[in-house]
């Protein structure tokens, strides 16, 4: 069972089924599905709409495994067009989500955490990890011979689970973090919890004692290093941890000429999707002669650039 199956089904019992659930399979077609989509953006969230039509997909997915049986072929949200995609496109976009523009700033601020939460946020930028998935990494799961990180659990509420998609994937050391992790398995020895809980007593309850860090210590230690680097503004962001990590890692692989079905990979995203969103990142997103497609070659000298004097009045400090 994946992590989100509850999820789904609350969403089938409360908008799927509903909609759905008296249709034959071969009465769901575009039309139906962006009648679906638009009648429901109406009142919830695109995210969540989009779960719904990716619920929908996944039952003619299972549909088509046995078309004998259900005699459907063909699952038409897999051809949506791009007009009905755009109505459940989720709010979140890169484009406008900020991050640590400048690797040295990583490093600033690890430099102002302890151990491990120094390590942990360091796997999560330079990993790419999801915040369960940096708390669930065992000792085993990391192969320093291979610079390999063997993703398959995360940590929600004190406890392991599955992972979001409930499939595990292997992602690459980067040299600045290879360090850590090889100090951290000194550490903890070659099984185990890479991240154990730091508390005296442990943590979680009484019925069920957790054996990892919390999460809420550990984005406490992670306000306070914000603070200490001079950058309080980054507690205003909507999601300060996650773009200090994954979302920062993920820049800079598009920005540094990172291939994005090789992030999406990584990231854990089952298409490229998700991932083409940091395509504007790409140092190879125009060729050379594109800065100059409209320029009229020769035929058009380039305008000058007007004298610029500095003024005291409006010197940036």
């Not at 929908?56 to 088509?64: A, H, K, P």
């Not at 791009?82 to 690890?110: C, G, I, M, N, W």
């Not at 999707?273 to 497609?293: G, I, K, N, Q, S």
């Amino acid at each position: 069972m994946y992590r989100s199956s509850g999820d789904d089904a609350s969403r089938w019992k409360c908008h799927v089924k509903p909609w759905f659930g008296a249709k034959r399979p071969a009465e769901i077609d575009h039309a139906e599905i962006r009648r679906f989509a638009e009648a429901k953006k109406k009142d919830l969230d695109p995210a969540t709409v989009g779960h719904c039509i990716r619920l929908l997909s996944r039952i003619f997915g299972d549909l088509i495994e046995r078309p004998k049986e259900t005699g459907v072929s063909i699952n038409p949200v897999r051809t949506l067009p791009r007009s009905t995609r755009r109505l459940y496109r989720p709010k979140h976009d890169p484009h406008a989500t900020p991050f640590l523009e400048r690797l040295e700033d990583v490093e600033r601020l690890a430099g102002h955490l302890v151990e491990p939460f120094a390590t942990m946020y360091l796997t999560g930028a330079y990993g790419l990890l999801r915040t369960g998935e940096v708390l669930g990494l065992f000792a085993e799961d990391v192969d320093l011979q291979t610079r390999r990180m063997r993703i398959q659990r995360q940590v929600q509420w004190g406890q392991t689970g599955p992972l979001k998609d409930d499939e595990s994937r292997t992602v690459p050391i980067q040299g600045p973090l290879l360090p850590r992790l090889a100090a951290s398995k000194l550490v903890i020895g070659p099984t185990g919890p890479l991240f154990p809980t730091t508390r005296r007593n442990g943590g979680g309850t009484r019925r069920a004692p957790s054996r990892f860090v919390s999460i809420h210590t550990l984005h406490e230690r992670f306000g306070e290093a914000v603070k200490a680097i001079g950058r309080p503004d980054i507690l205003e962001w909507k999601m300060p941890w996650y773009q200090c990590t994954r979302h920062t890692g993920a820049s800079h692989w598009v920005a540094a000429g990172g291939n994005i079905a090789t992030l999406a990979a990584i990231m854990g995203h089952s298409t490229t999707w998700v991932t083409e969103r940091y395509a504007h990142l790409r140092p190879d997103m125009f060729a050379a002669e594109d800065y100059d497609r409209l320029s009229g070659g020769s035929r058009l000298a380039p305008t000058p650039l007007p004298e610029i004097t500095a003024r005291e009045d409006i010197r940036r400090e």
